[in-house]
C-alpha cells in the first residue's frame, strides 16, 4: 500500500489533520503522521515532536519551557530536515503533504526541499500567493494557496483540503504508470544558458546528444543556477557545462538574477568533470526600465524585452567577477577547464552590438588567467565568439573527454 506522510502541528490544528487524514484513507493510502507541534498531539502519531527535536539535539521539554516560538521552529524544522529525508530512505513513505501558515510552511518545507527530486510534495500554505522562493528553493515543492487560513473547517477550507490530497494521491498513485518515461540509461549533462547564448548551448546540446549524452538546461535565472547546483550535489549528472555564469554579475553588481555566494561551487566540491565559460557577463539583470535604482541611472542599458532590462558591466565589474569565478574554480581537485571566447560574450557583446567591449574582455580574460591555478585548470582561449559553432562543439568535446577521463 502506497503510503502519504502528512507533517503539521497536531496539537493546534488536530481537527484539520484529522480530516486531511481521512481523506487519504478513503482513497485507499496509508497515512503516516509526523507531528511538529511543541505540545502533545491531539492523536496518535507515528512520528513525535519528540523524535524530531532529538534529531536537532534538542529536547522537546527543553523547547516547551522556553515559551519562544521562533526557537521551537527553528530547532523542530531542524530537526525535520534532518529526521524527514532518512524516513524516506527507510521507506516509509512514498510522498508528503503538509498544511500551515508562515509558521507551519517554514517547519516543514526545509524538510520538503531535503527530500530527492521527483519525491512527491505539496505544501498547502498562507503564502503560497506571493514570492514563495524562501520556501521552494531549488526543489519541486508544490505551493498551492490556502485561501484561508488552515484554521478550522469549512466549505473553502474542505474543497482545498480535497483538492490537495487529491494532487498528493495522484502523484503517489499514478507514478508508477508512468515509469516507462523516466527509464533511461543515458549519462546526464547539466547546462546553463541564457537567452544571449542560447545558440552555442543548442550547438553544444545536440553534439552532445549525438554521442549519447542527455543535457538538461538551465536558465541561467538565480533560480535556474541554485537548482542545477543542488542537482550536481546529489550525484544527478556526469558532467557540467557551465557556459552561461551570468548570476555572478547579478549577485556582485546588484542585479535580480543573482544564484547566491555559492554557485560555480558543486562541480568542484563534488568532483564532477566541468567545463566553464564566461557567457553573458556583460550584462547585469534588472526588471522593468522604471525599476533599475538611480545610482545607474547614467549607465548603458537594452531593453531585453518590456519586463527586463540589461546594463553593462564595467572593466571594474568584470574584473570583480572574474576574481569571483577564479576562487570558484581553484576549489576544484581535478582538472577542469576554462573556455575563453575572444570575440564576444553574448549576442550583444559582438562586433557592432550595443554591448560590444573589447576593452572589458580582455580585463575580464586578464584576470581569470592571471588567477587561476594551471595546476587544475586548462584554459583554452578560441578566437571565436561563444556562440560560434565551433566554440559551443569544442566545449562540449572538451567536457567529454574529462568524462572519459575520470572514468
Not at 513513505?93 to 530527492?116: C, E, K, N, W, Y
Not at 553544444?204 to 549525438?210: I, P, R, S, T
Not at 587561476?372 to 556562440?387: A, F, L, R, Y
Request: aromatic share 8%; proline share 4%.
Amino acid at each position: 500500500m502506497k503510503t502519504i506522510a502528512i507533517a503539521g502541528t497536531f496539537d493546534t490544528k488536530g481537527t484539520e489533520f484529522l480530516y486531511v487524514k481521512s481523506l487519504v484513507e478513503q482513497l485507499g493510502f496509508k497515512p503516516f503522521m509526523i507531528h511538529t507541534g511543541v505540545f502533545e498531539p491531539d492523536f496518535e502519531v507515528d512520528i513525535t515532536n519528540k523524535d524530531i527535536a532529538q534529531h536537532a539535539g534538542s529536547d522537546i521539554a527543553d523547547i516547551v519551557r522556553k515559551k519562544d516560538r521562533a526557537f521551537a521552529t527553528e530547532i523542530l524544522s531542524k530537526g525535520m530536515e534532518i529526521l524527514v529525508p532518512k524516513l524516506y530512505a527507510a521507506g516509509e513513505f512514498d510522498g508528503i503533504i503538509s498544511f500551515g501558515g508562515s509558521g507551519g510552511t517554514s517547519l516543514v518545507t526545509p524538510a520538503m526541499r531535503a527530500l530527492p527530486i521527483g519525491v512527491p510534495k505539496v505544501m498547502v500554505s498562507t503564502m503560497a500567493s506571493g514570492n514563495v522562493a524562501q520556501y521552494v528553493g531549488a526543489s519541486d515543492i508544490v505551493m498551492i494557496p490556502s485561501i484561508v487560513d488552515v484554521a478550522g473547517l469549512n466549505q473553502i477550507s474542505k474543497t482545498i483540503f480535497r483538492n490537495a490530497i487529491l494532487t498528493i494521491a495522484g502523484m503517489v498513485g499514478l507514478k508508477d504508470q508512468l515509469k516507462g518515461d523516466l527509464e533511461q540509461s543515458k549519462p546526464l549533462i547539466a547546462a546553463t544558458m541564457f537567452g544571449v547564448t542560447t545558440p552555442c548551448i543548442n550547438y553544444a546540446k545536440n553534439y552532445l546528444e549525438q554521442r549519447g549524452y542527455e543535457v538538461l538546461v538551465f536558465h541561467a535565472t538565480g533560480t535556474g543556477g541554485r537548482t542545477m547546483d543542488s542537482l550536481i550535489s546529489t550525484g544527478f549528472f556526469k558532467g557540467v557545462l557551465d557556459l552561461t555564469t551570468t548570476e555572478w554579475c547579478d549577485e556582485i553588481v546588484g542585479g535580480v538574477l543573482n544564484a547566491g555566494p555559492n554557485r560555480c561551487e558543486a562541480a568542484a566540491k563534488h568532483g564532477v568533470p566541468q567545463v566553464m565559460s564566461v557567457g553573458a557577463l556583460d550584462m547585469v539583470n534588472f526588471g522593468p526600465f522604471d525599476t533599475i535604482p538611480n545610482c545607474f541611472k547614467d549607465r548603458l542599458f537594452y531593453r531585453h524585452n518590456p519586463t527586463v532590462t540589461l546594463m553593462r558591466t564595467t572593466e571594474q565589474e568584470i574584473i570583480q567577477v572574474g576574481n569571483k569565478l577564479v576562487e570558484k574554480l581553484n576549489m576544484s581537485s581535478r582538472k577542469t577547464i576554462l573556455m575563453l571566447p575572444l570575440q564576444g560574450l553574448s549576442s550583444i557583446d559582438a562586433e557592432n552590438q550595443i554591448f560590444e567591449g573589447i576593452n572589458e574582455r580582455k580585463a575580464l580574460f586578464d584576470t581569470l588567467k592571471n588567477g587561476v591555478n594551471p595546476s587544475v585548470v586548462e584554459v583554452v582561449e578560441m578566437n571565436n565568439h561563444i556562440n560560434d559553432q565551433v566554440f559551443a562543439e569544442t566545449a562540449a568535446q572538451k567536457l567529454i573527454e574529462l568524462i572519459n577521463s575520470s572514468n
